[in-house]
């Protein structure tokens, strides 16, 4: 993709613009004055934002990190056994173990003597289609709440705009109680419900 | 192999001195971009510490070698971002609220006598300027000072392209010239 000059100025200035890029730079900022000037002008303006100091926390987050530490074997197992239930709760809902669909077909080779679960090409055709179909529908549901998921994400964003400008509105009401309060028709209204 | 790949390598295989070096080493960095982020020391501390929990957690499953800082970052700005985003949906109203922000000094060492009047005066100047950029900006900037992370990073961190996060930068750098210069900053011509 193509970057603007400013772009470049930065990857420049922290050393990732690739090696032939950086000489094409160099000699632009030997031919343009203007360039150098801007170049110099983020380099000063970075320094001086690097004045600000690192802060230190108030307590010992690696320690009290490392006190919660990893989770417990316990915990461990019973997330196995949950992930292990709903997997297997897929498997039986998506048809892999379901019961060969009956229909009129020909039939099984070696049907009397070799074991069950060789079955004839057009069983498991069959069957893979079954399987094709409900991965189609679940795609297609999950296609659907995805669309749904951005509507709800759009609205809520309208949410806390609302929310942010109704916040804004009371910062302004609230400021403006004083002036209210000490106005003669504040009082004149006070005083006329105290004597009704 | 990177310094940071072969520190993961030990805390793999079960060294604790490993999982404490190499939290360790980014404690005031991760702690310093929270604080500017959110504007609150205890918020700060709650997500670092967070952070730091669920990378205690995962590290026995993470794959990417030698990307530590980055992934850390990532984490931690993902759960910064989520509380500024509860912040928009409740915000404080009490001044006895507990959890309402505390304010983040502009340096560590303002009960420091040594430290002179100009310098601390300098630099509060800049806190108040870079608390005036937009949120985006204010992002990137940091990632940059206090995580010290690749624009290739910060776009990753960020979950944008890389041209924006440079685009950003330029952005921010040159709202922060102008405001200092209004300011009366020396060494910063507008």
Known sequence: ?196 | MSSDAEWMARWRNGDEVAQERLLREYESALFSYLARMLGSVHDAEDVAQETMVQVVRKLPGYREEGKFKGWLFRIAHRKALRVIRRRRIKPTESLDDPSRPVAVPADDSSGNPRVNAHGSERRQRLYAAMETLPQHEKEVVLLRIHGELSFEEIARVTGCPLNTALGRMHNATRRLRRLLAANGDEGTPP
């Open chain 1, 1 to 196: 993709m193509k970057r603007t000059d400013d772009q470049t100025l930065w990857l420049y200035l922290s050393g990732e613009l690739p090696p032939e890029e950086t000489s094409d730079w160099e000699a632009r900022m030997d031919r343009e004055p203007g360039l150098d000037r801007r170049c110099s002008e983020a380099r000063e303006t970075f320094a001086r934002v690097r004045e600000l100091p690192p802060l230190t926390p108030s307590r010992d987050l690696v320690q009290a990190a490392l006190a919660r530490g990893p989770r417990s074997a316990a915990w461990g197992r019973r997330m196995a056994w949950a992930a292990g239930t709903v997997a297997a709760l897929l498997a039986v809902w998506a048809g892999v173990w379901s019961p060969a669909p009956r229909q009129a077909g020909p039939p099984v080779v070696g049907q009397a003597d070799a074991p069950p679960e060789i079955l004839h090409p057009a069983v498991l055709t069959a069957r893979i289609d079954s399987v094709r179909t409900r991965v189609t529908a679940l795609r297609r549901s999950t296609r659907a709440g995805a669309a749904q998921w951005n509507r709800l994400g759009a609205r809520s964003s309208a949410v806390h705009r609302r929310i942010d400008r109704a916040h804004e509105r009371l910062q302004n009401l609230r400021k403006k109680i004083p002036e209210v309060r000490d106005t003669p028709e504040h009082t004149l209204n006070i005083n006329q419900r105290r004597l009704a």
